[in-house]
């Protein structure tokens, strides 16, 4: 069992940037693919990012494609999602999920079996 622990929202000027953590607190993380999901207010949770377990490849949402960044580094556990060039509409909880193995990524939240906690990201104009 996992237990997933998401840090590195906060309140940023529209045109900033934050840098979002994911760390497995207990279990590991390094054998499965990952993903980060946003829920902004009144609205469904949402795919944002994924990437395969030896980060050969990434999937991004048409909405953040050349903004946001998904990463990993395997040795500390944790997988990051830079985000750049923020706007209002990025303003959302945000949460990790691990994935079922190492290459499954994907939009369905079904595809993964393990979820952070969340972190609030609001940006103002």
């Known amino acids: 069992q996992v237990q997933l622990v998401d840090s590195g929202g906060g309140l940023v000027q529209a045109g900033g940037s934050l840098r979002l953590s994911c760390a497995a607190s207990t279990g590991t993380i390094s054998n499965y693919a990952m993903g980060w999901f946003r829920q902004g207010p009144g609205k469904e949770r949402e795919f944002v990012a994924a990437?395969?377990?030896?980060?050969?490849?990434?999937s991004y949402a048409e909405s953040v494609k050349g903004r946001f960044t998904i990463s990993r580094n395997n040795a500390q556990n944790t997988v990051y999602l830079v985000m750049n060039s923020l706007n209002v509409e990025d303003t959302a909880v945000y949460y990790c999920?691990?994935?079922?193995?190492?290459?499954?990524?994907?939009?369905?939240?079904?595809?993964?079996?393990?979820w952070g906690q969340g972190t609030q990201v609001t940006v103002s104009s």
């Open positions: 990437i395969t377990s030896n980060a050969a490849y990434t």
């Open positions: 999920a691990r994935s079922q193995n190492r290459y499954k990524i994907g939009r369905p939240p079904t595809i993964y079996t393990d």
